[in-house]
Structures are given as structure tokens and as C-alpha cells.
């Protein structure tokens, strides 16, 4: 008879502490090892785990791999988005993960990116009902630099704007949320069309000014470089 999925999760950051509330609202049968319990502990419930989510900065993902689950026969899975590794199949939650645990809806809704010579999602993450999609290991070190360009770094530059909002000009930061909200709303509704701005109307004196204003303030150089990148893509189309 097929034994019953049984997850082990290791790890305490930010992440596994999500996925074990996500784990606790579908109601599947894990448990959890972090460190500072004992290696008496970790063998327990290796032993008693079919799959183990190693939720550990990519780092020392291999590491504890090789010091503590060279002889288990349980599935492994990490969740890096970049790491290319021969023992332990990817999965990564296409998600920002801050603070706050999410709702059961939002948990559902992840996409998670697998290795392209993963198992089945099915085998791979029993119980959970999330969409997935495939790519080759090979494109994962660019896939994840992108992810990280998108969603980190542009989370940057509105920390940027909110902070210079309330300290710099003593406006309200809020007065930018409907902007960020609007501007979130065009890019899902149409990604082609949701750059806007000087850049897009080749208005070179506003570039100039803009960049003049930012003298001094480590911004000026990602303004530069966004100047820059454009005007290449504009070049190769």
C-alpha cells in the first residue's frame, strides 16, 4: 500500500514559517526541525518524513544535504529560485513573502516554477493544489536575476519615493498609494503599454532635470542606468 505523504520542513526563516501555516490550513501531515534541535530530533523525523522541504538560505542548502540526508529515502525539494543542484529536485514559489502570513486563497494562488526533470507536481508536492510551470535548470540562474530585478528591487524604488514623500517633501506617503496601485493595474491589464513617463516621450530636458535633481543621492546612478537600458532595448527592437 502507497504510504501517506508526510512532510518534514527544515528551517525557521521567513519562508518556512509561511509554509507551515500553509501546510496547517490545508491540513497535511508534517512536521518541522530548525535550528538548535537536537540531531537525535532531525534523524526522528527524517526517518518518519516521504518528502523534506529544505528552507534554508541556498548557501548551505547542499551542505546540510550532505551532512544530514545523504541516506534518507524521502523526496528532497528546496525552494530556490537560483540554486541548480543534483540532490534535491527545485521548486520555486513564484511570491514575495513579507512579515505577514497570507490567507488560505493567497497561499492557493502561488505559481511555483519546478526544475524541468522534477517529478510529477503531484509526487513532488502532494496535497498542494498551486499551477505550476517547467523550466530548464539551465535558465534558472537569469530566471531568478529577473525575479529579483521585478519584484525587490523595484520594491526599492517605491520605499524611495514614500520615505522621500514624508521626509524630504512632509507629504503624507500615502498620497503615492493610489499611484502604485494604478500603475500595478496597467501592468496586469497590459505589460506593452505601462511605461509611461519621459523615457517613453523622448523627452530629453525632463531626463536632464531629473538626473540634475537626484545630484548626490545614490538614486541618480539607477536613474542612469535605466536611461541607459532603455535607450539599448530601444536600439535591438
Known amino acids: 500500500m502507497r504510504q501517506a505523504p508526510h512532510y518534514l520542513l527544515i528551517g525557521n526563516g521567513r519562508v518556512a514559517r509561511h509554509f507551515r501555516h500553509y501546510f496547517s490550513l490545508l491540513s497535511l501531515s508534517f ?8 540531531e537525535a530530533t532531525l534523524q526522528q523525523e527524517i526517518h518518519r518524513a516521504t518528502h ?12 546540510f544535504i550532505a551532512q544530514h540526508l545523504k541516506n534518507t529515502t524521502a523526496l528532497l525539494i528546496h525552494f530556490s529560485g537560483s540554486l541548480i543542484s543534483a540532490e ?26 519546478i526544475d524541468h526533470d522534477a517529478p510529477a507536481f503531484n509526487t513532488l508536492l ?21 525575479c529579483v530585478l521585478s519584484a525587490n528591487f523595484s520594491c526599492l524604488l517605491w520605499q524611495k519615493l514614500f520615505t ?6 512632509h507629504l503624507p506617503p500615502d498620497i503615492a498609494k493610489t499611484c502604485l496601485q494604478q500603475q500595478t493595474n496597467n501592468l496586469l491589464a497590459n505589460p506593452k503599454t505601462a511605461f509611461t513617463g519621459p523615457l517613453v516621450r523622448g523627452d530629453a530636458v525632463t531626463i536632464e532635470k531629473n538626473k540634475a535633481a537626484l545630484a548626490g543621492d545614490p538614486f541618480q546612478k539607477v536613474y542612469e542606468s535605466f536611461v541607459e537600458c532603455y535607450q539599448a532595448l530601444k536600439k535591438e527592437t
Open 31 to 38: 512536521t518541522t526541525w530548525q535550528r538548535g534541535e537536537s
Open 52 to 63: 523534506i522541504l529544505i528552507l534554508i538560505s541556498d548557501q548551505q542548502i547542499e551542505y
Open 88 to 113: 534535491a529536485h527545485g521548486a520555486h514559489p513564484l511570491m514575495p513573502f513579507n512579515q505577514d502570513l497570507y490567507d488560505l486563497a493567497q497561499y492557493k494562488a502561488i505559481p511555483f516554477v
Open 126 to 146: 502532494p496535497g498542494l493544489p498551486n499551477q505550476h510551470a517547467r523550466l530548464e535548470k539551465s535558465l534558472k540562474p537569469k530566471y531568478h536575476a529577473l
Open 164 to 169: 522621500s514623500l514624508e521626509q524630504e517633501f
